[in-house]
DNA sequence: CACAATCAGCGAAACGATTAGCTGACGGAT
DNA sequence: ATCCGTCAGCTAATCGTTTCGCTGATTGTG
């Protein structure tokens, strides 16, 4: 590769200049600026980025670290993110914590030591230890889809309790009664905030959801599929299910499959979250969409703001309100879906 | 931040000890190891990455050229490359160029400005212009999931028209006669090849597909749904289509769907390729799947391979296998499927 | 004509690490 | 006591940029 003091050489300049002509920051008279840029292309230099960063102390690096990227809601995020801090000039170096405290401890580390110029969090959460790791950090970060306390950062999130209560809502208006729930990890506020909002829900017209038919597990579609046996094998089994996100409902809907219910004749099925782009396939699940694209721009947005004016503002929290789309996995209560059900238990709010 | 002359300082020896210490390349007393151990943990230092590189020559940066990162296949990619690289000691950059020749250009020079140490590429494919710019590149390279003619790259690959004649075969063997399809751009190996698999298991049985079924276009789900629509209005529909990848299927199911078409009752879909974790939606689309771990495990291992022995080693092209997974989106050729349809079509070659 | 002001372009010092080569101290052999 | 080898640890050059401050030429002013 080339270097500056090559072409510097070939022009009959000195580095200075060339600098100059590639960075536009100073003049140079047409005649050097041309000598020098017939020089550039010769050589087929272009600027190493990494000796620019240590000298200019910005890495043109924005990391972005997923806390599940076999999601495919963060899946889409990686996809917008990478166009949107390429549109302003970064390129996106892409972590997965994977839920683990400890990955994201190790990938704050990495990401300090590669000099990133922000990051994109979305966090692990629940861990003293790697909140501490991100207080000592002074690189600009956005928080995003769950947030944290005890930290003040910036924050993109979804209103996650009312989509939950819009969901349920939904059902509770179709004539569900005995609604379970699977829900995420009660540490994320995704996963804590979706069923308070279903509760919300219930509770708005004196309900409660059986506590055994309240449930959380990790955001996996097989964490999910193993629930939902649990839930669905009971003879006493809900009229209608909440679950939190796409990933999950598709885990319920396999183990229906899988347990030869009929989706929404035996049992109605509403979600938070999607998977983007099964509308062909049989049940459409009725849900909340996320918009992750205008959440991603705006958190990137935000963080490249932060980036430019470093200033202490203070920090900013946009909340999100996903929309509820009304798919065919829900049906009204039904003598079919009541068969064999004891008929105490619906909607009857435990002791 | 503090830098390893701080550390230096504050430990009261010289950089180069820090440096032995930090990298343990040679041998440092008890006695003053110690010192430079909490004299590190005290200022919480950690190496510069970004000088280490330019010392070094060497970035740890790894980057991963997606053509399309919307789709889940590519998406899946990430996530495995993201762990794979992560193990090997690198950091992922993720680009994406959105089958856009122009965009793949211009990543190709910032990953050449950023010294990544190799590339992971998706090539857009069928533009000289990025292949004369890969030419020049001396980065290590390897090809994923699409090949190029006209320079010798490590390359990944699956095996297309071996998977298009196994789905093709097994329509064929329910009965179909008359098959369209839906592949994507021909100027993808991906694309052609699987067209071509197809044409050849059709072929060896004395058939051809009737031309005005045979369509090509972007491997999008917006697309797959147009040519589908356009497809299956017609009274002399085909009774059996082979849908090229899996977002396409989903078009296609789309189509379907919106149409008032039951499948496989009105129409037999089968696809190589397809989208994680539909399994408990219906229909269960019948499909090859692709080992897109092994893939992306193998392609790192090759790369981090090229990248330590630096050798010019013979370009190696490991072709993968997909597996045929049957699910029940395909049905004999009934009486209804043929309803309304000329007879004389079914199954003729064309002249 | 002398002097100041302007300005294109250059030289060299950073940025933060790595590392080749050097220095001195120490110990053992003669 | 002298010499040499060993070796822990230091000094300083280097990687490829950017940028501060300088130089010398040119122009304008009195």
Redesign the interface.
């Known amino acids: 590769?080339a270097t500056i003091k090559d072409v510097a050489r070939l022009a009959g300049v000195s580095t200075a200049t060339v600098s100059a002509v590639v960075n536009d920051t100073a003049y140079v008279s047409p005649a050097l600026r041309k000598k020098v840029l017939s020089a550039i292309a010769e050589l087929?230099y272009?600027?190493?980025?990494?000796?620019r960063?240590?000298k200019r102390g910005r890495?043109q690096?924005i990391a972005l670290v997923v806390a599940d990227?076999?999601n495919?809601f963060f899946?889409?995020i990686?996809?917008t993110a990478?166009?949107a801090v390429?549109a302003w000039g970064y390129?996106?170096?892409?972590?997965?914590s994977d839920e683990k405290p400890d990955n994201e401890r190790r990938i704050l580390?990495?990401i300090?030591?590669?000099?990133c110029d922000g990051i994109l969090l979305v966090p692990v959460g629940g861990s003293v230890e790697s909140s501490r790791e991100l207080a000592?950090m002074?690189i600009p970060t956005v928080l995003f889809g769950r947030s944290m306390e005890g930290v003040d950062f910036d924050t993109v999130t979804i209103d996650n309790r009312s989509a939950a209560r819009r969901v349920t809502d939904y059902l509770l208006d179709l004539g569900h009664r005995s609604i379970g729930t699977i829900t995420g990890p009660l540490h994320l506020t995704t996963g804590r905030g979706r069923l308070d909002g279903m509760m919300e829900a219930m509770d708005a017209r004196g309900l409660a959801p059986a506590p055994e038919f309240v449930r959380s597990g990790e955001f996996r579609?097989d964490v999910a599929y193993s629930i939902a046996r649990e839930i669905l094998v009971r003879p006493d089994r809900p009229t209608a299910l909440y679950i939190a996100n796409g990933?999950m409902a598709?885990?319920?809907?396999?183990?229906?499959?899988d347990l030869g219910l009929k989706c929404p004749d035996d049992i109605s099925v509403a979600s938070t979250d999607t998977?983007p782009?099964?509308?062909?396939?049989?049940?459409r699940l009725t849900r909340t969409e996320h918009p992750a694209s205008d959440m991603t721009n705006e958190a990137v947005r935000l963080l490249v703001d932060r980036i430019d004016r470093a200033v202490d503002l203070p920090a900013r929290n946009i909340v999100f309100q996903p929309e509820l789309v009304v798919g065919d996995s829900c049906g009204p209560v039904s003598g079919r879906t009541l068969a064999k059900r004891d008929p105490e238990r619906r909607g009857v709010r435990p002791a």
């Open positions: 590769m087929r272009a600027p190493s980025l990494v000796a960063s240590l890495s690096l990227l076999a495919p899946a889409k990686v996809c990478e166009a390429a390129s996106l170096v892409v972590f997965n580390a990495r300090r030591m590669l000099s000592g002074t579609e990933v598709l885990g319920v809907m396999r183990a229906l499959a998977i782009g099964i509308s062909g396939l049989r049940p």
